[in-house]
Structures are given as structure tokens and as C-alpha cells.
């Protein structure tokens, strides 16, 4: 199984941006589907973002729809997550997965997963 290491999250005013970055060692990252995930307090953990060894995304949720973007860099092992336009619906803390086969929504999905990093939009 892969380690996954998230980092840059922070604190953020509304409508600002920030780039969250996961690094993974261990494991062939090349070839496996990776995901962000999110969860808040007193909430459930929610799906943000996927995407395939090979770059393909799937639809992410409405909540984020056309402000977040994964991609990815399998020379660098690292997966990244670009928020823009952030609100401070988006404060919570921030989980990149791997994929245990197909990427999707369900984090039962996905069987190795990073620490978390903290993003906090203020109002």
C-alpha cells in the first residue's frame, strides 16, 4: 500500500485559492487511481475529486463543481488539489486516498489514505 502525505492547507479568506499537494511513497503510484476527499466537523467524509493512473477525471460534486481540479504528476508521485474561489462551506480537513481498483465516490473504494491537512475559509 501506498503512504500518502498531504500538505498546503491553511488558512484562507473567502474567494482566495490554495494548491493541496500528496506525495506518495511506497507502492506503484503510477498506476493507481487516487481521490480527495473532505470532511468537516460533525459530517460525514465527502468525495471531492478523482482521477485515473492516466489522467482521467470524474464528475465531481456540485459543491466544488468548477472550482476544484485534481491532477497529477506519476513523475513525482504526487497528486494535487487546486482550490479556487473558496468559501467557508469548504473548511474542513482534506484526505488524498489511493484506489484500490476504479476510482469513484465511495471512499470504500479507495484502501490507503493520507493524514489530512486542514483548510479553513474565513468570511
Known amino acids: 500500500q501506498a503512504q500518502l502525505a498531504e500538505s498546503g492547507g491553511g488558512l484562507v479568506q473567502a474567494g482566495g485559492s490554495l494548491r493541496l499537494s500528496c506525495a506518495a511513497s511506497?507502492?506503484?503510484?503510477?498506476?493507481?487511481?487516487m481521490g480527495w476527499f473532505r470532511q468537516a466537523p460533525g459530517k460525514e467524509r465527502e468525495f471531492v475529486a478523482a482521477?485515473?493512473?492516466?489522467?482521467?477525471?470524474?464528475s465531481s460534486p456540485e459543491s466544488v463543481k468548477g472550482r476544484f481540479t485534481i491532477s497529477r504528476d506519476n513523475a513525482k508521485n504526487a497528486v494535487y488539489l487546486q482550490m479556487n474561489s473558496l468559501k467557508p462551506d469548504d473548511t474542513a480537513v482534506y484526505y488524498c486516498?489511493?484506489?484500490?481498483?476504479?476510482?469513484?465516490?465511495?471512499?470504500?473504494?479507495?484502501?490507503?489514505w493520507g493524514q489530512g491537512t486542514q483548510v479553513t475559509v474565513s468570511s
Open positions: 511506497r507502492g506503484t503510484f503510477s498506476s493507481v487511481g
Open positions: 482521477i485515473t493512473w492516466s489522467g482521467s477525471r470524474i
Open positions: 486516498a489511493a484506489a484500490k481498483g476504479a476510482i469513484g465516490v465511495d471512499h470504500a473504494l479507495y484502501d490507503s
